[in-house]
């Protein structure tokens, strides 16, 4: 559709006809194409900012007015062809997370056109990639919606840290804040929960019990499935180099590039707290690549902890 623009630029009044043959695609797409590029443009999106679209009265010819800046077809670097086509690949290779036939059309589409001439301009080998399935009940999870049949589960709740064994009627699989969640009606507590996928620990289908659909489902996608409660507190946390997943396992409200003297790749964090027991856990298993800047009660707290643990080793603590 964005090629569309600088061919019709550079040759005006061309006919629907031409342009569908060129493409390879039906006069009806070229007409759908055309109708959405007329309200695309550049930020502002006030009319004078939107791709300008001109059509002959019988829809028989087309020209573009204003392109937008969009004056030559869209190409992928090097890099960039790389970059997709290992992520192309990547997620090609986790079962039942996404549309495998849509993915692996894409990749086909852009090494034909892009990816192996950029890697041979780069003198560079072509990648291969043998992705880690970061949520391996996914699969089990997808088998029980298609069914139609209760899930049992042990799953991993991090702001407890605990374990539990729950039978859960599935309700979909959402993809909200990176991860993948399932929402299904909870037996254990009564309602309707989600559970990241990635800390299901262990699932199978109850073939002989089938799930019960709920009286009502909200449709929306969430933007986000964690919400702070009240007593939430809000911490500040000062990251080393190896800790730097954090903000990419648990959700934050902002991240920090540190370049002070002694950053060495460090980054700040600002977090809520669902308890102080589960910020402790957190800050301990991370050793010296966590320091809490914010509040110092919790720091201490964290700073009791961790002398009460050496302690027990017999070190001498100051």
Same mark, same amino acid.
């Given at each position: 559709?964005?090629?569309?623009?600088? *061919?019709?630029?550079? !040759?005006?009044?061309? !006919?629907?006809?031409?342009?569908?043959?060129? #493409?390879?695609?039906?006069? !009806? /797409?070229?007409?759908?194409?055309?109708?959405? %590029?007329?309200? $695309?443009? %550049?930020?502002? =999106? *006030?009319?004078?900012?939107?791709?300008?679209?001109?059509?002959?009265?019988?829809?028989? +010819?087309?020209? @573009?007015? #204003?392109?937008?800046?969009?004056? !030559?077809?869209?190409?992928? +670097?090097?890099?960039?062809?790389?970059?997709?086509?290992?992520? %192309?690949?990547?997620?090609?290779?986790?079962?039942?997370?996404?549309?495998?036939?849509?993915?692996?059309?894409?990749?086909?589409?852009?090494?034909?056109?892009?990816?192996?001439?950029?890697?041979?301009?780069?003198?560079?080998?072509?990648?291969?990639?043998?992705?880690?399935?970061?949520?391996?009940?996914?699969?089990?999870?997808?088998?029980?919606?298609?069914?139609?049949?209760?899930?049992?589960?042990?799953? *991993?709740?991090?702001?407890?840290?605990?374990?539990?064994?729950?039978?859960?009627?599935?309700?979909?699989?959402?993809?909200?804040?990176?991860?993948? *969640?399932?929402?299904? =009606? $909870?037996?254990?507590?009564?309602? @309707?929960?989600? #559970?990241?996928?990635?800390? @299901?620990?262990?699932?199978?289908?109850?073939?002989?019990?089938?799930?019960?659909? &709920?009286?009502?489902?909200?449709?929306?996608?969430?933007?986000?499935?964690?919400?702070?409660?009240? /007593?939430?507190?809000?911490? &500040?946390?000062?990251?080393?180099?190896?800790?730097?997943?954090?903000?990419? =396992? =648990?959700?934050?409200?902002?991240?920090?590039?540190?370049?002070?003297?002694?950053?060495?790749?460090?980054?700040?964090?600002?977090?809520?707290? +669902?308890?102080?027991?589960?910020? +402790?856990? %957190?800050?301990?298993?991370?050793?010296?690549?966590?320091?809490?800047?914010?509040?110092?009660?919790?720091?201490?707290?964290?700073?009791?902890?961790?002398?009460?643990?050496?302690?027990?080793?017999?070190?001498?603590?100051?």
């Amino acid at each position: 559709m964005l090629a569309l623009v600088p *061919y019709v630029s550079r !040759r005006p009044g061309v !006919r629907v006809e031409e342009l569908a043959a060129e #493409f390879g695609v039906s006069t !009806r /797409q070229i007409a759908s194409d055309l109708d959405l %590029l007329m309200v $695309c443009g %550049l930020p502002g =999106y *006030y009319p004078d900012d939107l791709i300008d679209v001109v059509l002959d009265d019988d829809g028989g +010819t087309v020209s @573009i007015a #204003f392109d937008a800046g969009i004056e !030559r077809p869209v190409r992928l +670097t090097g890099d960039e062809a790389i970059a997709l086509t290992v992520a %192309l690949r990547a997620l090609a290779d986790l079962p039942g997370l996404v549309d495998d036939d849509a993915v692996r059309s894409a990749l086909a589409k852009l090494e034909q056109h892009t990816g192996r001439e950029a890697v041979a301009a780069q003198d560079t080998p072509v990648v291969q990639v043998a992705a880690a399935d970061p949520a391996p009940a996914l699969g089990v999870v997808r088998d029980a919606l298609r069914l139609g049949r209760r899930l049992w589960m042990r799953y *991993y709740t991090a702001s407890r840290d605990e374990m539990t064994e729950r039978t859960v009627d599935p309700l979909r699989v959402l993809v909200t804040d990176g991860h993948s *969640y399932l929402e299904a =009606y $909870c037996h254990l507590v009564g309602s @309707i929960r989600h #559970f990241r996928v990635d800390r @299901i620990e262990d699932a199978r289908v109850l073939l002989d019990e089938p799930a019960q659909p &709920t009286l009502w489902a909200d449709s929306d996608v969430p933007d986000k499935v964690f919400h702070p409660g009240p /007593q939430s507190a809000t911490v &500040t946390l000062r990251l080393g180099h190896a800790a730097r997943w954090v903000p990419e =396992y =648990y959700p934050v409200e902002a991240v920090e590039e540190l370049s002070d003297d002694a950053a060495d790749g460090a980054i700040r964090v600002r977090l809520q707290a +669902t308890g102080e027991a589960w910020l +402790t856990r %957190l800050v301990l298993s991370l050793g010296g690549d966590a320091v809490i800047e914010a509040p110092a009660d919790l720091a201490a707290v964290v700073d009791e902890r961790a002398s009460a643990a050496l302690a027990l080793y017999g070190e001498q603590v100051d």
